[in-house]
């Protein structure tokens, strides 16, 4: 086969052309993912779909949270944060005490809240990207005032469409508590659902007598199998899944090929008595070559995609990702296609 004017072996061809299409795929489903996570932020506010609210009543102490906080740490718990809302007619804000990582929104600049800047003795805030335009700079740090109190800007979250999280305002925990008092609405939120239940009831045993917490730890009704199995978002997910098995499937079947049109160079190297790594390298450098250029004809075709449609937003972070996966799938593929035809090529050696 010839194009433009060169001579291109049959199964770099096909294998150029399922790389490519393997590409496309697995950067469209790394982008979608991350497209769904941020809709599903923004949708619940930051929380991750499974979080409870609680309150705290009678505490005479307003700082039983120092003695708490250290005693959830303490149990090992990883994973969960506590919010405290605070009222404001003009923009969400939440203070934000978080240990591990739950979801973490999209970042425009910056770094978002961890377990030391949540639990901070100074105070630090996060800020949706509509209130950047607030932010000062003073001594090469940035700064936000809130209710009459100064606060070193971490970072800017948001996204480019219009979205809650850009309204949004996050304060170090100890600060929200400070302005509203311990006595109060929280939302306890956890990554996986089952921690709600272990972390909320250490919440009810760890504020002493005569402090109160109040917290749904009920389980609702299970959903069944079916119900489980035909949700928009297992629906989602399997045909996603089940697209990129199927073009995996045909790289393999592709590769197998591609080896094919290898054979007499690989009897060759034999006869030559190349060394097994040097076999090894030589077939690597002409398969990650290829599959290389198919990537970045991938990525150029993902983006002329992205030109038409305008709702479809690919980031850098998506190619990467997508690199990692597309040379992670390869390798398997090509030592496992290389262990298929090394056999084949022995059988047919001892035939002769």
């Known amino acids: 086969m010839k194009i433009f004017g060169k001579k291109i072996p049959g ?10 299409t393997i590409s496309v795929c697995i950067i469209l489903i790394v982008s979608t993912m ?17 979080q409870r609210e609680f309150s705290i009543k009678y505490s005479e102490d307003e700082k ?25 007619s003009e923009k969400i804000v939440r203070g934000l005490y978080i240990k591990g ?13 961890d377990e030391s800047t949540s639990w901070s003795d100074k105070p630090y805030a996060v800020l949706g990207r509509e209130f950047e335009r607030d932010v000062y700079v003073r001594d090469g740090r940035r700064y936000y005032s809130y209710n009459n109190k100064e606060y070193e800007v971490l970072g800017i979250m948001g996204t480019k469409e219009d979205s809650r999280i850009n309204y949004m305002v996050i304060i170090d925990f100890r600060s929200a508590v400070g302005i509203a008092g ?25 504020f002493a007598s005569p402090a109160e917490v109040y ?45 094919r049109f290898r054979r007499q160079m690989m009897f060759a190297w034999k006869l ?19 599959a290389g250029v198919s990537f970045v004809a991938g990525s150029i075709i993902m983006f002329a995609i992205m030109g038409i449609i305008s709702n479809m937003a690919i ?10 996966m597309t040379i992670g799938f390869g390798t398997v593929i090509l030592f496992t296609c290389y262990a298929i035809e090394k056999r084949r090529l022995q059988k047919n050696s001892k035939k002769y």
């Not at 061809?13 to 490519?20: D, K, P, V």
């Not at 991350?34 to 499974?50: C, F, M, P």
Request: net charge negative.
């Open 64 to 88: 039983q949270w120092e003695q708490v906080i250290p005693k959830l740490c303490g149990k090992g718990y990883n994973n969960f944060a506590v919010y405290a809302p605070l009222e404001d």
């Open 215 to 259: 917290i749904g730890l009920d389980k609702g009704p299970e959903e069944s199998f079916m119900e489980k199995l035909i949700s928009s978002e297992v629906i989602m997910d399997t045909m996603q899944i089940m697209i990129l098995i199927s073009f995996l499937l045909s790289t393999i079947i592709v590769t197998l090929i591609w080896f």
């Open 11 to 20: 199964g770099n061809f096909l294998l150029f052309l399922s790389f490519t």
């Open 34 to 50: 991350r497209k769904e996570s941020i809709n599903s932020l923004s949708k619940n506010a930051l929380y991750t779909g499974h």
């Open 315 to 324: 980031t850098a972070g998506d190619i990467i990702t997508a690199l990692g």
């Open 101 to 113: 990582k739950t979801d973490i929104p999209p970042m425009v600049r910056g770094k978002y809240f």
């Open 272 to 290: 030559c008595g190349y060394e097994k790594y040097a076999e090894y390298i030589e077939m690597a450098k002409r398969y990650y070559m290829t």
């Open 182 to 206: 311990i006595n109060k609405e929280y939302v306890l939120d956890t990554k996986k659902e089952s921690d709600l239940y272990d972390v909320g009831g250490d919440l009810i045993v760890y």
